[in-house]
Each structure stands twice: as structure tokens, then as C-alpha cells.
């Protein structure tokens, strides 16, 4: 698995219309100023994750970018697979390969597939909502100073 640029800010931008959930719409000023991006490319990004039925956007003077549905029903995993591909380190642990005539004995082929299955129950099991509770949780730590 490899995030890109493109799937960081895409996993940036979600993340924070999650934290932001309950205010509705956002600029793309807005989210590019909080997740520090770049606007023209926070642009593609959020037109790519409208594509993939994750944010919707509405025009206007009053327009913006929201989640599309709850983070709680936006995993970690559903973003990467959709902006990045796949999650498997190696294209031979896919059922039905068979370009390598070493498949079947293969040494490397089971750690592979045990490092694609540890990845992916840890992103599919992490929803927006819970990085957002994070988020929220570490802004309020109270600090004291003399």
C-alpha cells in the first residue's frame, strides 16, 4: 500500500469535513486553510472524492462541500481503495493470479498475504467518526502553565 499526495489530502480533506460534520457546508478555502493544502489541488481532490459518492457539494453564494453520509459510514479503507487502488502489496496474492509459475511455492507469497489481511483490518475498521472523537478528545487535553 502506498498513500499518495493525492490520497493524503484525500484522507485530510474527509477527515476534516468529519470533524466539522454538524456545521454544514465548507469552502474549499476553508478546508485547503485547516488541512494546509494547496486550493487547485484540494479542487481535484474534492471532484474525485464527489465521483466516489463521499462528499457532495452544492454551488453558490452559499455553496460548499459536505460528507455525502455520516463518518461513521466512511471507513479509512474506502477512501485509500478509491483515490490510491488497491491495498495489496503485490499483485500475486490475488485470488486467480497466475503469472508467476513459482505461486504455489512461493516463500514470499504468505507474508504478503498476511501484511494486505493486518492492513486491512486495521482501515476497514477505522471510520471518520473515529478519527474525528480522536481529534476532538486532543483538543480538549487541558493545559497548565505557571
Known amino acids: 500500500m502506498k498513500i499518495t499526495h493525492k490520497g493524503d489530502y484525500a484522507l485530510k480533506a474527509v477527515l476534516d469535513m468529519s470533524v466539522h460534520y454538524d456545521e454544514g457546508l465548507a469552502t474549499i478555502q476553508e478546508i485547503a486553510k485547516r488541512i494546509d493544502a494547496p486550493g487547485k489541488f484540494l479542487e481535484q481532490v474534492l471532484l474525485e472524492l464527489k465521483k466516489g459518492g463521499f462528499i457532495e457539494s452544492r454551488r453558490g453564494k452559499i455553496g460548499g462541500y459536505q460528507l455525502s453520509r455520516p463518518p461513521q459510514q466512511i471507513t479509512l479503507g474506502q ?29 514470499f507469497r504468505p507474508i504478503w498475504r498476511d501484511v494486505f489481511q493486518a492492513t486491512s483490518n486495521i482501515v476497514d475498521n477505522i471510520t471518520f467518526a473515529d478519527l474525528a472523537k480522536k481529534i476532538e478528545a486532543a483538543s480538549k487535553v487541558p493545559t497548565y502553565s505557571i
Open 79 to 107: 477512501v485509500i481503495r478509491f483515490v490510491d487502488g488497491p491495498l495489496e502489496p503485490i499483485a500475486c496474492i490475488n485470488e486467480g493470479y497466475s503469472d508467476c509459475g513459482d505461486l504455489h511455492q512461493c516463500a
